[in-house]
């Protein structure tokens, strides 16, 4: 393993990392942020030992889902709103956690396929061939998969 192969890697996922930490952690900057650090921690410390036939992105989003599991069993999970808005304009911080909201709760009402593959195509970050990895598909059944799941929750949307 080079020091280059895994500034590389980082650069290529670390954004992917902390989207899909921020959205689990009640968007919380300064604990997403402390997660994604310490998930690729333990990448670069298992960095020689992953088999470039893998999806990269599969397994870094496998290490993240793994230590965010051990995160929600080691701390209770509480959240003060003066962290969440320090340094922040309130108002759109609000807006924001609105549209949020609404868009967990448009979700929740999808099928767990559903919901599952618009979380890992457009709050995660994965590519369609990624999923299909992961959920052992083809890359056409997942875009099909997708393009349906997005348009029932479009459905939701224009009918609230």
């Known amino acids: 393993m080079y020091k280059s192969d895994f500034k590389r890697f980082y650069k290529k996922h670390a954004d992917s990392v902390y989207r899909f930490l921020f959205f689990r ?13 310490e998930v690729f921690m ?9 088999d470039p036939k893998k999806s990269e992105s599969a397994w870094i989003h496998t290490i993240a889902r793994n230590h965010l599991k051990n ?20 108002q759109r911080v609000e807006d924001e956690i609105d549209e949020i909201r609404e868009l967990r709760g448009h979700l929740a009402k999808l099928e767990k396929k559903d919901r599952q593959l618009l979380e890992m195509k457009y709050i995660q970050g994965f590519k369609y061939k990624e999923i299909g990895e992961i959920l052992k ?24």
């Open 25 to 37: 952690v009640s968007m919380n900057r300064e604990v997403a942020e402390d997660l994604t650090s």
């Open 42 to 50: 333990k990448a670069l410390k298992a960095f020689a030992s992953y």
């Open 71 to 90: 995160h929600y069993r080691d701390t209770k999970k509480t959240e003060d709103i003066d962290d969440i808005v320090l340094g922040y304009d309130g």
């Open 137 to 160: 598909k083809s890359t056409g059944a997942v875009r099909v998969e997708a393009h349906r799941a997005l348009k029932k929750l479009r459905q939701l949307y224009e009918s609230k």
